[in-house]
């Protein structure tokens, strides 16, 4: 048949966005990227915004204005986050043309360290014992114990005060058998999110 040509409508502007790794630890760094799709989404303008806990700030620029790749395609990278954030991306020249807002958590740091007490006629005393930093008083401490691949709390208690940098805590656990232990620290004052300390093997005899 005979050669027609036509011109397809202009699709909308989007964006798209995420966060890489979150939540963080305090201080840590994230990569906010996503992808800008429609007609003409290479080479526009974006800019990252930023609104920190407790989210009455508002959102303010958070990087210089930068340019999608040719594809739509960008990434930002943010350094130290201390607090959970949100953040979105915008278009400068069209600020209707908004992300959807993404929060990056900050999770804080839980050590753990075990020492045992003493030997019972069914098991041992284990002592359970640990900072949280950034200081949390008075959050809840969940010892778990992994059973056939989920977390189940065994005993808890609470954090305590120690210096304006850290929280402590401390329990005594009786244990009949061994196994794999963790400390989860269930942060719930919206300025950072629940964390979990590294896991521990241990044999009771």
Same mark, same amino acid.
């Given at each position: 048949?005979?050669?027609?040509?036509?011109?397809?409508?202009?699709?909308?502007?989007?964006?798209?966005?995420?966060?890489?790794?979150?939540?963080?630890?305090?201080? +840590?760094?994230?990569?906010?990227?996503?992808?800008?799709?429609?007609?003409?989404?290479?080479?526009?303008?974006?800019?990252?915004?930023?609104?920190?806990?407790?989210?009455?700030?508002?959102?303010?620029?958070?990087?210089?204005?930068?340019?999608?790749?040719?594809?739509?395609?960008?990434?930002?990278?943010?350094?130290? #986050?201390?607090?959970?954030?949100?953040?979105?991306?915008?278009?400068?020249?069209?600020?209707?043309?908004?992300?959807?807002? #993404?929060?990056?958590?900050?999770?804080?740091?839980?050590? #753990?360290?075990? =020492?045992?007490?003493?030997?019972?006629?069914?098991?041992?005393?284990?002592?359970?014992?640990?900072? $949280?930093?950034?200081?949390?008083?008075?959050?809840?401490?969940?010892?778990?114990?992994?059973?056939?691949?989920?977390? $189940?709390?065994?005993?808890?208690?609470?954090?305590?005060?120690?210096?304006?940098?850290?929280?402590?805590? =401390?329990?005594?656990?009786?244990? =009949?058998?061994?196994?794999?232990? =963790?400390?989860?620290? +269930?942060?719930?004052?919206?300025?950072? $999110?629940?964390?979990?300390?590294?896991?521990?093997?241990?044999?009771?005899?």
């Amino acid at each position: 048949g005979a050669d027609r040509t036509f011109r397809t409508k202009r699709q909308p502007l989007g964006l798209s966005l995420g966060a890489t790794p979150n939540p963080v630890a305090p201080g +840590g760094r994230t990569t906010i990227a996503g992808a800008l799709s429609g007609t003409g989404n290479g080479g526009r303008q974006i800019v990252l915004q930023s609104n920190p806990f407790p989210y009455t700030q508002g959102f303010q620029n958070a990087s210089n204005v930068q340019l999608t790749n040719a594809d739509g395609t960008f990434a930002f990278p943010v350094l130290g #986050v201390s607090l959970n954030t949100q953040y979105r991306v915008v278009l400068p020249n069209q600020q209707q043309v908004q992300s959807p807002i #993404v929060t990056v958590g900050v999770a804080p740091r839980v050590t #753990v360290k075990t =020492r045992r007490v003493r030997k019972t006629a069914r098991g041992a005393i284990i002592r359970f014992r640990g900072r $949280v930093t950034p200081a949390h008083d008075g959050t809840q401490v969940a010892i778990q114990k992994l059973k056939r691949g989920n977390w $189940v709390t065994i005993q808890g208690t609470i954090t305590k005060h120690h210096s304006s940098a850290y929280s402590r805590y =401390r329990k005594a656990v009786r244990l =009949r058998r061994g196994g794999t232990f =963790r400390v989860y620290v +269930g942060v719930a004052d919206g300025d950072h $999110v629940a964390s979990v300390s590294r896991s521990v093997k241990l044999r009771v005899r």
